[in-house]
């Protein structure tokens, strides 16, 4: 089945720091990934669509300049938290849009989520 | 703005009981409703889809839509103890394949 890993599980550093999140699909070409921001007994919010090679839509509220995202190809995004401070401490999600899969039922494959911790 | 929303719970059943869990959506055109299951930590899984008014059936699984009152629902029969999860109410917005989640329903089941 299409698998999609996300890199790292968990990241623990200090206030200020720049933090990179890798989204891959391993068995699949993703054209469309999503990044997801979920706080603790909180729902998944969608933060920004990333399309292959052109810019990333990003929704209502969020810090564009804060969360940087590149699609440069079909089987990679990156989130970049760029000078991340404790409010932006949140597990991290993304997920791949299959469009063979999705007309089978399965919407999007999510990532294992990166567990984020600014100090 | 399109919504979605559920109940936040925590729901509790005793083990072997039905649970009953409930959404509705704000956007009439919406097409396309999935169940997503999430355990503490972890990232969610698809558990059912649902596209068509009416029930559909999957092993211990019923998903229930009703277009017309804008009502998905999700129970679950002869609940277990591995069954304590969140379950995600998402629903899909053709432009862009977007998913929109629920808040989520915290389950639990005491054996």
Known sequence: GAVVSQHPSRVICKSGTSVKIECRSLDFQATTMFWYRQFPKKSLMLMATSNEGSKATYEQGVEKDKFLINHASLTLSTLTVTSAHPEDSSFYICSARDLWTGSLGQPQHFGDGTRLSIL | ?111
Not at chain 2, 4 to 21: D, F, K, R, T, Y
Not at chain 2, 26 to 46: A, I
Not at chain 2, 73 to 85: E, K, T, V
Request: hydrophobic letters at 30%; one cysteine or more.
């Open chain 2, 1 to 111: 703005q399109k919504e979605v929303e559920q109940n936040s719970g925590p729901l509790s059943v005793p083990e072997g009981a039905i649970a009953s869990l409930n959404c509705t959506y704000s956007d009439r055109g919406s097409q396309s409703f999935f169940w997503y299951r999430q355990y503490s930590g972890k990232s969610p899984e698809l558990i059912m889809s649902i596209y068509s008014n009416g029930d559909k059936e999957d092993g211990r699984f019923t998903a229930q839509l009703n277009k017309a009152s804008q009502y998905v629902s999700l129970l679950i029969r002869d609940s277990q103890p591995s069954d304590s999860a969140t379950y995600l109410c998402a629903v899909l917005y053709n432009q862009g394949g977007k998913l929109i989640f629920g808040q989520g329903t915290e389950l639990s089941v005491k054996p």
